[in-house]
């Protein structure tokens, strides 16, 4: 009889773990989403991402590099 109620305790226990743990991963899902909401919108005015300047230079031209001006040489 004892062996009954320590398996039915141990099933309970279990059954209220598992609970906490989906709703820990649904509490983990929610702040992801809400971040990746966050960090998606773009302002307004531009058409895209940013341009990333290259050598400090505010272009957004495209790199020439410095192998064309070496073969002039």
Known sequence: MERLFMHISDKATNAKAAKRYEDK?????NAILRLSDDE???DSETDGP???SIG??????????????DSET
């Open 25 to 29: 991963l649904d509490a983990i899902d």
């Open 40 to 42: 998606t919108k773009w």
């Open 50 to 52: 940013p341009t990333v």
């Open 56 to 69: 400090g230079e505010s272009s957004t031209g495209v790199h020439t590099g410095s192998t064309e001006r």
